[in-house]
């Protein structure tokens, strides 16, 4: 099947401080990639739908200028966390649309850490 | 809005029997995809099979099938000769086709299948 990385696995910063998740599909374009939160022992949690070359569409209740994300090619998402705080600590999921399956592959996921 | 309900927050099977997960969901489409994706400890969301509703027949993927209902909007998950391999959180997902309606996909709340050696 379809492959979708995601970098880096795990991540522990500073209060204050922004990071960057990428999520790349290995094997196909996707024109439209996903970011989701998972927090333990839950469902997933759709945060934006990203599309290549243009805009992402956030969900109600995300910060769009607290999670900034570009999907600048067909195979490159990025999801950068600014000014985090301990609250914002969680289990960060990309996934990528191939089409024309319809079906979606995940990233295997970032653990943040803001102390 | 479309929802999807998993009622089994927790299930177990002996190594080498047959369980069945359950899925519904509510839709007023009439063209729709479901899938069944597992989540292992690893965290990593593995496709597990894939139903187009426009097919009569049922999905099978090896040890797993599908047994989907449209008129009922059922879409429940069988795994046979369990493994202890598949010990996992397993979500069942929607997501609509048409163009007029959200396309991303919509999850259940999990079930967490535990498999006893």
């Known amino acids: 099947g379809a492959v979708v990385s995601q970098h880096p696995s795990r991540v522990i910063c500073k209060s204050g401080t922004s990071v960057k998740i990428e999520c790349r599909s290995l094997?196909?374009?996707?024109?439209?990639m996903f970011w989701y939160r998972q927090f333990p022992k839950k469902s997933l949690m759709l945060m934006a739908t990203?599309?290549?070359?243009?805009?992402?569409?956030?969900e109600q209740g995300v910060e769009k200028d607290k999670f900034l994300i570009n999907h600048a090619s067909l195979t490159l998402s990025t999801l950068t966390v600014t000014s985090a705080h301990p609250e914002d600590s969680s289990f960060y999921i990309c996934?990528?649309?191939?089409?024309?399956?319809?079906?979606?592959?995940f990233g295997p996921g970032t653990r943040l850490t803001v102390l | 809005a479309q929802t999807v309900t998993q009622s089994q927050p927790e299930m177990s099977v002996q190594e080498a029997e047959t369980v069945t997960l359950s899925c519904t969901y509510d839709?007023?489409?009439?063209?729709?995809?479901l899938f069944w994706y597992k989540q292992p400890p690893s965290r990593q969301m593995i496709l597990v099979i894939r139903?187009?509703?426009?097919?009569?027949q049922n999905a099978t993927e090896n040890r797993f099938s599908v047994n989907f209902q449209k008129a009922a909007k059922s879409f429940s998950l069988k795994i046979s000769d369990s493994q202890l391999g598949d010990a996992a959180m397993y979500f069942c997902?929607?997501?609509?086709?048409?163009?007029?309606?959200?396309?991303?996909?919509?999850f259940g709340s999990g079930t967490q299948l535990t498999v006893l050696p």
């Open positions: 996934s990528a649309r191939e089409a024309p399956s319809y079906t979606q592959y």
């Open positions: 094997d196909f374009q996707a024109t439209t």
């Open positions: 990203s599309n290549e070359g243009s805009k992402a569409t956030y």
């Open positions: 839709t007023s489409e009439s063209d729709y995809y």
């Open positions: 139903q187009e509703a426009y097919k009569q």
């Open positions: 997902a929607y997501r609509a086709i048409s163009s007029g309606s959200a396309r991303q996909l919509t």
